[in-house]
């Protein structure tokens, strides 16, 4: 006997109902227009029934293939664990960037003086679970970009400066988690995400339609 669908958890069922519009938008049988208002309301809703309405009229289902791309899609980069065991970016009246896919170490540490840093683990590859970013930051800006896959928490100690921690922290226990530690004076230490979910599953989507030879309308 199935399970009724208002016991079933909400955020499975939310899921389902995006991934079916995923694979009817890839497939040109909805508009660009109408996946979009219908992503936003499938995002919005916290009702089961609303969330199956959403999709009734739509035939595809998603399948094995579409799981297997999405798994991609969405997974933390990882590569199996090798020398990467730490690593530093001084900016000294300077800037320091780490972005693109590259490997993140164990640990990062972080000196801005009077300079600019930023370090984006969007599209960064993974080897360790546990990563630790140790700042020391005077009279400087640190920007730390996370993908809403990883985990981030921070403990560093302001003095007259700020940090300001804007992901979502909703990942799971399997996901990568950075935590930030150190101390700022007189500077700023700003944790945020890039892209935000929706973002990227309109991007995943639109990768999708263009795989089938769909033009966006």
Do not use: C
Request: aromatic share 6%.
């Amino acid at each position: 006997m199935p399970v009724k669908l208002e016991d079933r958890p909400i955020e499975q069922v939310r899921e389902e109902t995006v991934d079916k519009l995923i694979v009817n938008y890839s497939r040109a049988i909805i508009s660009a227009e109408a996946f979009e208002r219908r992503l936003d309301e499938a995002m919005a809703t916290d009702t089961h029934q609303e969330l199956v309405d959403l999709v009734a009229d739509l035939p595809l289902e998603a399948d094995t293939s579409y799981d297997d791309k999405k798994e991609r899609s969405f997974t933390p980069n990882y590569a199996a664990s090798g020398n990467s065991v730490d690593d530093k970016l001084i900016s000294i009246l300077g800037s320091n960037v780490r972005d693109g896919q590259w490997v993140v170490p164990k640990k990062i540490v972080v000196v801005d003086v009077l300079g600019s840093a930023k370090i984006d683990f969007t599209d960064a590859i993974f080897q360790h679970q546990n990563i630790e970013i140790n700042v020391t930051n005077v009279i400087g800006n640190l920007e730390i970009f996370i993908p809403e896959n990883v985990n981030v928490s921070s403990r560093v100690f302001n003095i007259i400066g700020s940090t300001e921690n804007n992901a979502p922290s909703m990942a799971g226990r399997q996901a990568p988690q950075i935590t930030i530690t150190g101390w700022s004076l007189l500077g700023s230490v700003e944790i945020s995400v890039k892209r935000t979910m929706k973002e990227k599953l309109v991007a995943f989507a639109n990768n999708m339609r263009e795989a089938f030879g769909m033009e966006k309308r």
